[in-house]
C-alpha cells in the first residue's frame, strides 16, 4: 500500500486485481518507496503484458489455472467418458497410384488460395542444437536449411498453382512464421541475410508469441522469478497459441477478404513435409474438410521413457454419442485404452506398428469455418497443465504453467463440423529432427530416430523412392551407422521443389531408362532438367536458370562423395555436422552451371 502512489491509475487497478486474485506474496516483499522504485515500476509493466497477452487476462489465467491444477491434482483423466477407437474412412494415400495422382493435381489447383503458417517459437532444447531450429540444415550433400526449403516449396507451389489456373499474375501465397522471444531476431536475421530466399519481403510475416505467467502450487499462486525478485517467472504457453494470434493480428480476416480459402499449419524441422501437402490439400478441397489433420503410419508403439511423448489420433466416442476426432497425447493414450477394454495398452497389431496412426501435426484448415469459429473463441484453444509433483502431497518439484496445443483446435468444434484425416506413409511425409544424438541414439531398431541423421537420410530415401515409382533403376540402399544410429543409406538425390512438386512433374522429366548407383550423389538446381538414359555412377550436379533446358544422359562415372563419420563429442566440428554424425567428402563430381537461356544436352 506505500508504494501505491509511484503507480499510474491503470497499475493500480492491476495490483488491485493481483489482490482480489490472492497473489499478494508477489510485492510483499517489496522495500520502503525510494527504494528500487523503478523495478517496481517495471513489475507492473510486465503485469500489464501478461494481462493483454492471454485472453480474458489474467484473472482467467489464474481461473482455469485453479480448475486445471484441481483436476490433475485429483488425477482426472481429461478423456473420461470417451470410448477409442482407431480412426475410420480413407487408407493410407498410396504415392504415385491415380487416386494419389488426382489429389495432388486438386491440390495443387487450390495451393494459391492457401496461407501458410510455420509455428517455429521453440528452441529445440532436446535437438542441443545452439541456433534457431529452421537454421539447420535439412540435408549437407546441398547446405539448404529448412527455413530455405520451406520457402521454395511455398513459391514453387505459388508457380504451379498459378500455370494450372492459367493465371495471367501469380497470386502470392502469404507466409506466416510464429516466433517467440527467443526465436524471432534470429528468423529476421537469417531471412534478412538470405534475401528471403527468393521470397518478396512483404509476402512474410513474423508474429511473436508471449510467454505465460509459472504457477508456483496447486492454488494458482503465480511464481516469482528464480533469479529477479520484481519479475514473474514466465515460460512458454506452446504451439496452440497460433490460433489468437493469427486472429489478434487481423490476418485471416484480410486472407478472407482477399478470397483466400485454405490455411496450413505447420512445424519446424520436416525435411519431408512438402511432398505431402499437395495431395492432403486435394483431399481437404475434394472432401471439404474443414479440419484435415495429416497423420502418418507405422507409429512406433511406444516411445522410450526418455524421449518425450508424441501424438496419436483416434475417433473417439463419448457415450452421450458424439464421435470427435481428435489427437490424443501419447501419455494419455495408453491409460486410455486400458481404461476401455484394451488391458495391454497401446500395443502393435499384425502390422507390427500400433494400430493408431501418428500426428505429424500439419493442419489444414478451411479459412471460412475457421474464422466464424475464432469469432467466437478468440482462438484460445483448450488448455492443459503438466505439473511435476514432489510427492503424494502433490506439491510440485518446480513451478508450472497452463499450455496450449495447435492441434487441439477441433476440441471446441460443434459435432456438424467436418474433422478429417489424411494418412499418409511415413517415408514420404515425416521425418522431424528432434533428438540429440544421445537420445536417439537409445532408440530401439527399427523405430524413428527423429534425429538430423534420421532427417537428412529420409530426404534421400523419399526422393529415390519417388524416383524408382517413376522408373529409374536404383541399386538397394546399404545400412550404415551414424551417431549410433543404424539408417538406410540411399543415393543422395536432391532436387530444388521448382524441379518437381508433383509425381506427374517428375515424370515429365525422365525420358528412356535412367540408373543411379548406391554410392551417388545427384543434386539437381533448376527448373528444366530432363534426365534422359542417364547412368550415373558418381556425383552429378547440375545449377541451371529458369530460361535454360539441359539435357542430361549417358553414363557419368566419378569417384564421386563420400559420408564419413565424425564424432558429434568433437568439438571442433561445425554443430550442425556434428548432430548427424557424417560430414560428406567430395572427392570427384561432375558439375555444371547454365546461366544463360538456350538448349543444352550433355
Ligand atoms: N513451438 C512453438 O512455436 N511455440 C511453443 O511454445 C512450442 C513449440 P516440438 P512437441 O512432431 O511428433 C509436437 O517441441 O511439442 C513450435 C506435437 O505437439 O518440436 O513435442 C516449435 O518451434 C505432437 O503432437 O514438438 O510435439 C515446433 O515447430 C507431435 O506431433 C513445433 O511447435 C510432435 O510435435 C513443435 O514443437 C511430433
Not at 502512489?5 to 486474485?21: G, N, R, S, T, Y
Not at 542444437?129 to 527455413?147: D, M, Q, R, S
Not at 486472429?247 to 480476416?253: C, D, E, F, T, V
Not at 479440419?291 to 452421450?320: G, H, I
Request: charged share 25%.
Amino acid at each position: 500500500v506505500k508504494n501505491l502512489h509511484l503507480l499510474h491509475p491503470d497499475q493500480i487497478e492491476l495490483a488491485k486485481m493481483l489482490l482480489v486474485l490472492r497473489q499478494s506474496h508477489l510485492f510483499q516483499h517489496w522495500p520502503e518507496p525510494g527504494v528500487e522504485d523503478k523495478r517496481k515500476k517495471a513489475f507492473f509493466a510486465q503485469v500489464a503484458k501478461l494481462n493483454s497477452c492471454y485472453p480474458g487476462g489474467l484473472a482467467s489465467y489464474v481461473k482455469n489455472a485453479k480448475e486445471l491444477l484441481a483436476d490433475s491434482k485429483e488425477g482426472k483423466n481429461p478423456y473420461d467418458g470417451f470410448t477409442p477407437s482407431v480412426p475410420t474412412g480413407d487408407k493410407v494415400l498410396s504415392f504415385g497410384d491415380d487416386n494419389f495422382i488426382r489429389f495432388e493435381e486438386a491440390g495443387i489447383k487450390e495451393a494459391q488460395d492457401a496461407a501458410f503458417v510455420l509455428v517455429a517459437g521453440g528452441l529445440g532444447e532436446r535437438l542441443g542444437y545452439n541456433e534457431i531450429k529452421v537454421a539447420l540444415p535439412a540435408e549437407t550433400t546441398t547446405g539448404t536449411c529448412f527455413l530455405q526449403l520451406y520457402i521454395e516449396s511455398i513459391l514453387a507451389l505459388q508457380e504451379a498453382s498459378s500455370r494450372l489456373s492459367q493465371g495471367t499474375c501469380q497470386k502470392e501465397i502469404p507466409f506466416v512464421i510464429m516466433t517467440s522471444d527467443d526465436s524471432y531476431s534470429r528468423t529476421m536475421n537469417l531471412l534478412e541475410s538470405n534475401s528471403y530466399f527468393g521470397m518478396k519481403p512483404t509476402q512474410v510475416k513474423l508474429l511473436k508469441q508471449e510467454k505465460v505467467a509459472c504457477l508456483d502450487d496447486n492454488d494458482a499462486r503465480l511464481a516469482l522469478d528464480p533469479h529477479d525478485k520484481y519479475k514473474i517467472q514466465t515460460k512458454p504457453h506452446g504451439h496452440g497459441d497460433v490460433h489468437s494470434l493469427l486472429y489478434s493480428s487481423g490476418l485471416l480476416k484480410i486472407w478472407h477478404d482477399a478470397g483466400l480459402r485454405w490455411v496450413l499449419f505447420f512445424q519446424d524441422t520436416n525435411g519431408l513435409l512438402f511432398k505431402a501437402i499437395p495431395a492432403a490439400l486435394g483431399v481437404s478441397a475434394t472432401k471439404q474438410y474443414h479440419v484435415n489433420c495429416l497423420l502418418f503410419n507405422e507409429k512406433q508403439k511406444k516411445p522410450l521413457e526418455e524421449l518425450p511423448d508424441s501424438l496419436t489420433v483416434m475417433d473417439m466416442k463419448l457415450t452421450s454419442g458424439r464421435l470427435m476426432v481428435i489427437n490424443v497425447e501419447y501419455n494419455q493414450l495408453d491409460p486410455l485404452l486400458r481404461a476401455n477394454a484394451h488391458p495391454d495398452g497401446d500395443v502393435n497389431c499384425e502390422t507390427g506398428y500400433s494400430p493408431f496412426p501418428g500426428n505429424i501435426n500439419q493442419l489444414i484448415l478451411e479459412l471460412g469455418p475457421y474464422i466464424e469459429e475464432l469469432k467466437k473463441t478468440g482462438g484460445a484453444i483448450e488448455e492443459f497443465v503438466n505439473p511435476k509433483y514432489k510427492d503424494a502431497s502433490k506439491t510440485f518439484k518446480s513451478s508450472t504453467r497452463l499450455e496450449c496445443m495447435m492441434q487441439d483446435y477441433p476440441k471446441t468444434l460443434p459435432p456438424s463440423a467436418k474433422v478429417g484425416f489424411t494418412l499418409m506413409g511415413t517415408w514420404l511425409a515425416y521425418a522431424p529432427v528432434k533428438n540429440n544424438p544421445e537420445d536417439a541414439a537409445k532408440v530401439s531398431k527399427g523405430n524413428h530416430y527423429h534425429s538430423a541423421t534420421s532427417g537428412e537420410m529420409a530426404i534421400y530415401r523419399a526422393n529415390s523412392r519417388i524416383l524408382q515409382k517413376a522408373g529409374v533403376k536404383l541399386e538397394d540402399p546399404v545400412p550404415q551407422v551414424f551417431n549410433g544410429q543404424e539408417v538406410e543409406v540411399w543415393p543422395r538425390v536432391t532436387w530444388k521443389p521448382i524441379w518437381r512438386l508433383t509425381f506427374s512433374e517428375i515424370k515429365s522429366k525422365l525420358r528412356g531408362s535412367c540408373s543411379i548407383s548406391q554410392r551417388s550423389t545427384m543434386a539437381l538446381k533448376g527448373r528444366n532438367i530432363f534426365l534422359e538414359d542417364l547412368s550415373l555412377d558418381g556425383a552429378l550436379a547440375i545449377n541451371s536458370i529458369d530460361g535454360a533446358k539441359v539435357k542430361v544422359g549417358g553414363l557419368i562415372r566419378n569417384k564421386g562423395w563420400s559420408l564419413e563419420s565424425i564424432d558429434h563429442k568433437d568439438s571442433g566440428i561445425p554443430e550442425e555436422l556434428r548432430t548427424r554424425g557424417f560430414r560428406i567428402n567430395k572427392i570427384e563430381q561432375l558439375e555444371k552451371t547454365y546461366s544463360e537461356a538456350g538448349e543444352f544436352n550433355f
